[in-house]
């Protein structure tokens, strides 16, 4: 499955909404889709999963949604920290899946 | 938590071997709600999955099929780690490895990738 993230980089400022978008080639099955954020430098680091799922320690800024072949991640109020690199990831089918990255900058 | 520390040579020569070790602290290697995977990262191919090892009384491996005639993936119970091996690499094999858990959410399907090691930058050069 072909992940198509858009767009390819958003310029915000701290405290605006972020929205960064997910289209996948097929349906994504049982919405088995992943956000991850990455640092220059860093690791991907694990935000979202089955599609609306924080992981342990994320804020509630993240949010995930969408399904079929149309995910979101919203991130509500950027603060300084969250300008990174975000990935959308599917896992539902094999092999796994890696969108092309969205980088949100100040 | 759980924490994976990689190690292993940088620069490799073309046609060599790539070898990566991942140690495990705070999950085993052996867990029936893991795997254990190697994915890489570079500008021309992005993020890539490589392959897994896991234990389901008995340890099976899955790969990527770009570089299944050439990936291996081992688990050493002894030493809690996983390894990577890549035969005859090319230019093209140059990018940041990275090992992952995967956590068994669901039984039977994929899962999503939680933790990763810090990644090692190979480089393929003469």
């Known amino acids: 499955i072909v992940l198509t993230q858009s767009p390819g980089t958003l310029s915000l400022s701290p405290g605006e909404r972020a929205t960064l978008s997910c289209r996948a080639s097929q349906s994504v099955t049982s919405s088995y889709l992943a956000w991850y954020q990455q640092k220059p430098g860093q690791a991907p680091r694990l935000l979202i999963y089955?599609?609306?799922i924080r992981a342990t320690g994320i804020p509630d800024r993240f949010s995930g949604g969408g399904s079929g072949t149309d995910f979101t991640l919203t991130i509500s109020r950027l603060e300084p920290e969250d300008f990174a690199v975000y990935y959308c990831?599917?896992?539902?089918?094999?092999?796994?899946?890696f969108g092309g990255g969205t980088k949100v900058e100040i | 938590q759980v924490q994976l520390q990689q190690s292993g040579p940088g620069p490799v020569k073309p046609s060599q071997t790539l070898s990566l070790t991942c140690a495990i602290s705070?999950?085993?290697?052996?867990?029936?709600?893991?795997?254990w995977n190697w994915i890489r990262q570079s500008p021309s191919r992005g993020l890539e999955w490589l392959g897994r090892t896991y234990y389901r009384s008995q340890w099976s491996n899955d790969y990527a099929v770009s570089v299944k005639s050439r990936i291996t993936i081992n688990p050493d119970t002894s030493k809690n780690q996983i390894s990577l091996q890549l035969n005859s690499v090319t230019l093209e094999d140059t990018a940041v490895y990275y090992c992952?858990?995967?956590?068994?959410?669901?039984?039977?399907?994929?899962?999503?990738?939680?933790?990763w090691g810090q990644g090692t930058l190979v480089t393929v050069s003469s």
């Open positions: 705070g999950d085993s290697v052996s867990s029936n709600s893991a795997a």
């Open positions: 089955g599609a609306s």
């Open positions: 990831h599917q896992y539902g089918s094999s092999p796994r899946t």
């Open positions: 992952a858990r995967e956590i068994t959410i669901n039984r039977g399907v994929l899962n999503p990738l939680d933790s």
